[in-house]
Nanobody, 123 residues
Framework: VQLQASGGGLVQAGGSLRLSCAASGFTFSDYAMGWFRKAPGKVRVFVAGITRSGGSSEYEDSVQGRFTISRDNAKNTLYLQMNTLEPEDTAVYYC?????????????????WGQGTLVTVSS
């Protein structure tokens, strides 16, 4: 059972990045998926979540309209398209899988976690 996040890096403010999360060892389509992030000196927080089918998603207020979560169940892969990045988006980003779909924003709802990928946004 594994989630492998990738796609992080250094980008200037206003730029874009696309994170990917490859799932293996479990039935990906049976799980809701989420992205969380942990900024330096802060706790891990919810960024975005998506239902098993991909038909519904939720976002943290500060990323609404800038980030888009999506999934490809045929490829067992979760994505996070991040546009108009801000220095405040600098964090380690984690993907996670939840067998129950609610509450989507709660860390305790997720059973499987990836290792994280670092996103650094320079001003």
């Amino acid at each position: 059972v594994q989630l492998q996040a990738s796609g992080g890096g250094l980008v200037q403010a206003g730029g874009s990045l696309r994170l990917s999360c490859a799932a293996s060892g479990f039935t990906f389509s049976d799980y809701a998926m989420g992205w969380f992030r942990k900024a330096p000196g802060k706790v891990r927080v919810f960024v975005a979540g998506i239902t098993r089918s991909g038909g519904s998603s939720e976002y943290e207020d500060s990323v609404q309209g800038r980030f888009t979560i999506s999934r490809d169940n045929a490829k067992n892969t979760l994505y996070l398209q991040m546009n108009t990045l801000e220095p405040e988006d600098t964090a380690v980003y984690y993907c996670a899988a939840a067998y129950t779909q609610q509450p989507m924003g709660a860390l305790y709802a997720y059973q499987i976690w990836g290792q994280g990928t670092l996103v650094t946004v320079s001003s």
